[in-house]
């Protein structure tokens, strides 16, 4: 008789190193990798502009940050821009899904990798 524990330990390393989506709890994530909410809604992160004010500099504009976003549900897909807006509960809805920026972090200073950039979101069930 062959034994399983290879295949369990193979099977447990995929699973402890995906990240788990909740629906109405804040995430955190970056750019380029898809993330899987739902056995059918699913999304990229494509793109992020940031044009915040960096810490220790005087700005006339505190700026702005939004990503480009591609959201797949079923057989439809949405590309459209989310903005970090503290006074939208959702800017985007999808097939019954609301999804928000929360924050970006660091603040962009210069070139960074997508890898050193956080994403926070939030997406509900609305």
């Known amino acids: 008789m062959k034994s399983k524990a290879p295949i369990l330990c193979l099977i ?39 044009s915040r004010c960096p810490e220790n500099a005087v700005c006339c504009w ?7 976003i591609s959201v797949y549900l079923s057989n439809n897909v949405i590309d459209t821009v989310l903005y970090q807006d503290p006074s939208a ?9 609301g999804f928000g920026l929360l924050n970006v972090v660091p603040i962009s200073t210069g070139t960074r990798t997508s890898k050193d950039i956080t994403i926070t979101m939030l997406i509900s069930k609305i």
Not at 19 to 45: A, K, Q, W
Not at 89 to 97: A, E, K, L, T, V
């Open 89 to 97: 509960s959702y800017p985007i809805r999808f097939g019954g899904y």
């Open 12 to 50: 447990l390393l995929c699973v402890s190193g995906c990240e788990e989506i909740e629906i109405g709890r804040p995430f955190d994530c970056h750019m380029g990798t898809n993330y899987e909410v739902t056995n059918d809604l699913s999304f990229t992160i494509n793109s992020l502009n940031d």
């Open 62 to 68: 505190a700026g702005e940050v939004h990503i480009i």
